[in-house]
């Protein structure tokens, strides 16, 4: 009787495809920061196209009746798939690692800096002794800070700080030195609304940067200094100061944002009654 069907019964067997999909899923838990974003995107569009089949002859939408509920179930089914992929996606995506600007990266960094003067100011580029890569990094920041008509150091200096942090930081004059060396909570006033840190903080946000922000008892009061310290996991990742610069502009709204606000207080300078 079944040989007589002209529709022959859905059947319950795994398809290969729910295997290929998982071995690619499982895969890209652990190589997906190595193998980059588009080769990540490659393996995604697989991973759906695997499950196409499995997921039509499956039992609840081979059974249906008539043909059009059939063509229903298989396309929300789908659709779950889908953002089940995308939600997939979101959580293995590979973070941008640093790496020598594209042409339109530093146009998107030099234009942000153009609009606030900077001449009156300088920058100077810094990095830890011993962290050649980073140093190298940050090299390439000199012509474009230059060519955005800012006044910019023509060297990258090599500095030991007292409280070393990973990212990349934007100090200016603030706070104690020899109070600082014995307090491991001690700061400064800095000021998160001040132009020149805004354009700058703009800037590195234009190539998906994040920088940190805070105070350097040795700078000139003229003197903004980014230190590039050591690569984050996500250079990406909102900093206390995303999120402090985001409060004082009105982007969010609320409490100051962060950690306790006694804590901030001291690490950003802010004038807390």
Not at 88 to 99: E, Q
Not at 105 to 134: T, Y
Not at 257 to 270: A, D, Q, T
């Amino acid at each position: 009787m079944l040989r007589s069907e002209k529709i022959k019964p859905a059947t319950n067997k795994l398809d290969k495809g729910w295997f290929l999909a998982a071995f690619m899923a499982l895969a890209l838990l652990l190589i997906a920061p190595k193998i980059g974003r588009a080769i990540t995107a490659v393996v995604l569009v697989a991973m759906a196209s695997c499950l196409v089949h499995p997921i039509w002859h499956l039992s609840i939408v081979q059974q249906a009746s008539p043909h059009s509920i059939r063509n229903w179930r298989f396309a929300g089914i789908s659709l779950v798939a889908l953002i089940s992929m995308g939600l997939f996606g979101v959580y293995v995506w590979p973070p941008i690692k640093r790496h020598t600007l594209t042409a339109k990266e530093r146009a998107s960094f030099e234009n942000a800096l153009r609009s606030q003067k900077g001449d009156d100011i300088e920058i100077q580029l810094a990095c830890p002794p011993n962290d050649e890569k980073g140093c190298t990094y940050a090299g390439q920041f000199i012509r474009a800070v230059g060519d955005s008509g800012w006044k910019v150091q023509a060297y990258v200096s090599r500095l030991t700080l007292t409280k070393p942090l990973e990212g990349i930081m934007i100090y200016r004059r603030g706070g104690n030195r020899d109070y600082s060396l014995q307090h491991y909570d001690a700061g400064g006033y800095f000021n998160i609304n001040e132009p020149h840190l805004l354009a700058m903080q703009k800037a590195f946000q234009s190539i998906q940067i994040e920088p940190s922000g805070g105070t350097n008892p040795d700078l000139p009061e003229n003197v903004m200094m980014i230190y590039f310290g050591p690569e984050r996991e996500n250079e990406a990742e909102p900093t206390d100061l995303t999120r402090s610069t985001e409060w004082a502009t009105g982007k969010r709204e609320g409490a100051f944002p962060g950690k306790r606000r006694s804590v901030l207080c001291r690490w950003l300078g802010l004038l807390c009654g």
